[in-house]
């Protein structure tokens, strides 16, 4: 198991509501990513990051927002959410030479 | 943009049969990964094939590669109930890396 952590599991929030997804790694990677995944279908990649202070948006547009303040750390930010939000998000990282991204078990975050 | 397909989109087999999925590609590539993703969690790295390799097993596991063709496969021999996932190609693309739909693997017991 890669040592890469998402909080919550679950959520269940109201629409316009603001949320932050968590999800840090004690892998010392410099590159942290952001998926996202709807039930049964392809990964999509909304925000990366090289390294602390790096982001970037992905292919897929977002209404969402991420912070590289720590190497350890990736947090996402939803100002306000809405129903079309409603997905699974999955946290990754890879570091150094290796091409290989560690994923972590996701958030499935629904928006009534 | 999506940038491995698999093929089929969908695979049940009864338990001890094998199981082979399919990847095409679009671009050149130096390396081709294979991930496996359980229900309602995160992806697993299973293994990596580079672009001067042909075949490459682990395990019951054992993929190829041909880049002439931007195809690879994934065969899983002897398949068991717990093989029950989706299989994911994945590609690196300048600093990222492409995810392909997957593979919706069922295995009977």
């Known amino acids: 198991e890669a040592d890469i952590y998402q909080t919550p599991r679950y959520l269940v929030i109201g629409t316009g509501k603001k949320i932050t997804l968590e999800c840090s790694q004690t892998m010392g990677h410099d590159k942290m990513y952001w998926y996202q995944q709807d039930p049964g279908m392809e990964l999509h990649l909304i925000h990366y990051s090289y390294g602390v202070n790096s982001t970037e948006k992905g292919d897929l547009s977002s209404e969402s927002t991420v912070s590289r303040i720590r190497t350890e750390h990736f947090p996402l930010t939803l100002e306000s959410a809405r129903p079309s939000h409603t997905s699974q998000y999955l946290c990754?990282?890879?570091?150094?030479?290796?091409?290989?991204?560690?994923f972590g078990p996701g958030t499935r975050l629904l928006v009534l | 943009s999506q940038q491995g397909e698999e093929d089929p989109q969908a695979l049940s087999i009864q338990e001890g049969e094998n199981a082979t999925m399919n990847c095409s590609y679009k671009?050149?590539?130096?390396?081709l990964q294979w991930y496996r993703q359980n229900s309602g969690r995160g992806l697993v790295h299973l293994i990596l094939i580079r672009s001067n390799e042909r075949e490459k097993h682990s395990g019951r596991l054992r993929v190829t590669l041909d880049t002439s063709k931007k195809s690879s496969s994934l065969l899983i021999t002897a398949s068991r109930a717990a093989d029950t996932a989706s299989y994911f190609c994945a590609t690196p693309d300048g600093g990222d890396m492409r995810f392909g739909a997957g593979t919706r693997l069922t295995v009977k017991p």
């Open positions: 990754a990282s890879s570091g150094g030479q290796q091409e290989t991204q560690y």
């Open positions: 671009t050149s590539i130096n390396n």
